[in-house]
């Protein structure tokens, strides 16, 4: 019963809404409506059965989207319920499922008033007349730097393009949109431009249990030329975004790589193989500051993050 109810539920809930929840919000605030809707829509009588139809959805979220957040969103909230589960033992099912869709509800109201959050925390940090670096397209990042903006702070921003996708244009636009002064320099450029910095800003996909992050390839490479200038580099996310992974290496957390066409090689070239990979790690000794809603924090804090948020 519980596997037929999840057959039903799950995938209608997601095809209904992942493309409307995806094409507005950060990806892993998507998946949280998604599975809220799921919650909303369930047959289902037992916890064993929800959770078996938000794991389904899960996975299908998963399928499709490249996002590590969106593990993560997934994660937490199938926490969650077992947690509430346990926190409401004495309540009937259906008051489970209405707390559940109340607590994903909040969430996302909670989400997008974080950009502001952290936009204030983060803002002070642009400095009148400093060159900022960002890469990629983050929408934290953009709210630190439209908050410095109406404080009144003057700042030029440098964006990578941020390939094979070109994210950096479309941060590049936005940021010229709000009369921000923008200069996109190709990826391989970084370094060459870095001495005229003074801060690198990014988003990440994931901030991972030892203070580092996951984030849109590239962005490893930027904090190590960072390091080597002695530039701070911060990383702006929200907390929904910790995730209990704890990678050593490049190669020690999901990997998805691009699709081929993403990539277009010089005549002649195109059967010599593309590696294309989507995301990096960067290790917290690399980063000078976390910007979340929850505070400014250090690498190191991540971990005692974490536990309160699962434990």
């Known amino acids: 019963a519980a596997a037929a109810a999840a057959a039903a539920a799950a995938p209608a809930a997601v095809t209904d809404s992942a493309a409307a929840a995806f094409e507005h919000m950060s990806p892993a ?16 009588s037992t916890i064993q059965g929800l959770v078996a139809e938000l794991q389904e959805a899960s996975d299908l979220l998963r399928r499709t989207s ?16 077992t947690k509430t589960n346990k926190e409401c033992a004495d309540a009937s099912f259906d008051v489970l499922k209405q707390r559940l869709v109340e607590r994903g509800n909040r969430f996302t109201v909670k989400s997008e008033s974080s950009l502001g959050d952290i936009g204030a925390l983060g803002a002070p940090f642009v400095r009148d007349g400093c060159v900022v670096m960002t890469h990629a397209l983050s929408r934290v990042v953009l709210a630190i730097l439209l908050a410095a903006s109406r404080q009144g702070t003057r700042f030029e921003v440098i964006c990578t393009e941020s390939r094979p996708d070109n994210l950096g244009y479309v941060m590049a636009q936005r940021l010229r949109k709000h009369n921000i002064p923008v200069t996109i320099v190709c990826d391989a450029a970084a370094g060459h431009f870095m001495n005229r910095v003074d801060i690198v800003v990014v988003g990440a996909e994931a901030i ?20 080597a200038l ?9 907390s929904f975004k910790f995730t209990r992974l704890y990678p050593l290496t490049q190669t020690d957390f999901p990997q998805k790589t691009f699709a ?15 590696a294309l990979p989507v995301a990096d790690y960067t290790p917290p000794s690399y980063i000078t500051l976390l910007f979340t809603e929850i505070s400014v924090l250090a690498p190191s804090a991540v971990s005692d993050e974490l536990i309160r948020l699962y434990y």
Not at 30 to 37: D, I, P
Not at 69 to 74: F, G
Not at 209 to 223: A, F, V, W
Request: charged share 20%; glycine share 6%; hydrophobic share 45%.
């Open 29 to 44: 605030v998507g998946a949280v409506k998604v599975l809220t809707e799921v919650v909303r829509r369930s047959k289902s």
């Open 66 to 81: 490249d996002s590590v957040a969106v593990a993560s969103a997934c994660d937490h909230f199938i926490h969650f319920v």
């Open 260 to 274: 081929p066409d993403a990539h277009t090689p010089p005549a002649g070239c195109e059967d010599i193989a593309a």
């Open 230 to 238: 002695k530039k701070p580099f911060y990383v702006a996310a929200e």
């Open 208 to 227: 991972v249990e030892n203070g580092g992050i996951i984030n849109k390839i590239g962005t490893y490479q930027l904090s190590v030329m960072a390091h």
